[in-house]
Every structure is written in structure tokens, then in C-alpha cells.
């Protein structure tokens, strides 16, 4: 799988003490599908209907099932809200704790730690958030917003392309794509 071998590009330039990324893979439970008609829908959806589909999505995936986990997912989330990364931390690796079969649980404390810098870390949840649910557009995403970072613009570039095949018109898309195409592809001359 390509994701897998862009998270291991991206964790060989972190140094963080991770175990590699790889073996994590192993560790996923069945993937979150509740969500695949409404990514079906947005694959092909209008820019004008994409938000909307989107946004349902987003509740889809926001669902634990777990009142506990809702909660300390809330609580995490206002936690980001207040600009407080360093709580918000705390409160999804308790929802990780509790659930730690919700992929959204691990997409929120990948977000956070990507507000603290902490981009290996974020890689290690993203990489568990798309074991749990391969179409996470947002996860995805993020991963190609770190490689990015890195310079890895091929690699990026690939991921970005990864989100184009499930939501198009996910925001800051295209340009990226456009941004990094020359780089990738080379320019007409």
C-alpha cells in the first residue's frame, strides 16, 4: 500500500523514538466503514454538495458509540478551541484509552500533536487512524500536510492525489496539488 510507504518516508526523517510505523499496521482491528455511502456521494458530488457531504461524514466518524468517549472527545475538541494543545492531548489519549477502536479519537490527538510540533507522534495516529478507516480524507490529508512540511513534495504530492480520489474538493486541495505538480512532474517548457 502506498500510505504505508509514505508514512515510513516520513518517520525516517523524525527522530522521535518511535518503533517503526510499520509494525503498527499489524495491529488494525476491522476497518470503520459506516461512512463508504456518503464518501461514495462525495467522490462524485458538486463543489456545492461536497461541504454538506463532508460535514456528514465528519458526524459519522464523530460517533463512538461510547458516551465516555463522546465526551472526552468533546472535551478535547474544546480544548483545541481554546488553543490549549497540550489538554487536548490528554483528553483524546483518554478517549484512546477508552475506545481505542474509534479512529476519530486518534485523527484528534494526531491534529493536536501536529499543533505542538510533535510531528512523529501525529504520524504514529494517523497511521493507526487509517488502519481504522482507510477513506479518513482527513487523515490522509494531514499526512500529505506533514510531508509537505518536510520537503518530501512527491510524497506529498501522492497523498494530496490519495485525498483527491475521495473527496475533491476537500479545501486547500487543488492547491496544493497545483503548487506541487511543477515540483513533481516537471514544467512545460
Do not use: C
Not at 459506516?34 to 459519522?60: C, H, K, M, N, Y
Amino acid at each position: 500500500m502506498r500510505l504505508l510507504k509514505l508514512f515510513v518516508a516520513a518517520s525516517t526523517l523524525i527522530s522521535t523514538g518511535l518503533q517503526p510505523l510499520v509494525a503498527t499496521a499489524q495491529e488494525a482491528v476491522v476497518p470503520d466503514d459506516s461512512a463508504v455511502p456518503l464518501i461514495e456521494q462525495l467522490r462524485d458530488s458538486s463543489p456545492e454538495r461536497a461541504e454538506t457531504l463532508a460535514d456528514q461524514v465528519r458526524r459519522e466518524w464523530s460517533a463512538s458509540g461510547s458516551a465516555t468517549a463522546d465526551y472526552l472527545l468533546t472535551r478535547g475538541r474544546k480544548a483545541m478551541e481554546r488553543d490549549d494543545p497540550h489538554a487536548a492531548v490528554e483528553h483524546f489519549t483518554a478517549v484512546i484509552d477508552h475506545a481505542p477502536e474509534f479512529a476519530q479519537g486518534w485523527a484528534e490527538r494526531a491534529r493536536a500533536y501536529y499543533d505542538l510540533e510533535l510531528y512523529g507522534p501525529a504520524l504514529g495516529d494517523l497511521e493507526h487512524v487509517l488502519a481504522l478507516n482507510p477513506n479518513h480524507f482527513e487523515a490522509i490529508m494531514g499526512l500529505a500536510v506533514i510531508l509537505d512540511s518536510m520537503n518530501r513534495a512527491e510524497d506529498a504530492y501522492e497523498a494530496y492525489r490519495q485525498v483527491e480520489a475521495i473527496h475533491p474538493h476537500q479545501p486547500g486541495l487543488t492547491e496544493a496539488l497545483q503548487r506541487l505538480e511543477p515540483m513533481v512532474r516537471g514544467s512545460d517548457l
